[in-house]
């Protein structure tokens, strides 16, 4: 599976941008996908998950902001981020994985894409 991942750039606080991710390749053992986000010295933080299903968990720090959905006939996910803040700066990081196991640890994730940056300025 390879998954791309598009939709980043600089906004002012406040400010909306919408990221997107298209997985290719063996994409039927795709349980669910998800993003998550790596901000300068710190590591990798889980943002917000979807499940073919359709269930989705958040991260509390977006909750309300942040929006998951997916179109299962493109094999894409997206996060529409509202209300940016500069803490959300990061780079943003599209990742799929083929179980059930729990969404909100890294290395249950099989698939990554490469990041895309989203730079929130004050």
């Known amino acids: 599976v390879q998954l791309q991942a598009s939709g980043g750039g600089s906004v002012q606080a406040g400010g909306s941008l919408r990221l997107s991710c298209v997985a290719s390749g063996r994409t039927f053992s795709i349980n669910s996908m998800g993003w998550y986000r790596q901000a300068p010295g710190r590591q990798r933080e889980f943002v917000a998950r979807?499940?073919?299903?359709?269930?989705?968990n958040y991260a509390d720090s977006v909750k309300g902001r942040f929006t998951i959905s997916r179109d299962n006939a493109r094999n894409s996910v997206y996060l529409q981020m509202n209300s940016l803040k500069p803490e959300d700066t990061a780079v943003y990081s599209c990742?799929?994985?083929?179980?059930?196991?729990?969404?909100?640890?890294?290395?249950?994730?099989?698939?990554w894409g490469q990041g895309t940056l989203v730079t929130v300025s004050s």
């Open positions: 979807i499940r073919y299903s359709g269930s989705i």
């Open positions: 990742a799929a994985k083929t179980d059930s196991s729990s969404p909100y640890t890294l290395s249950n994730y099989n698939y």
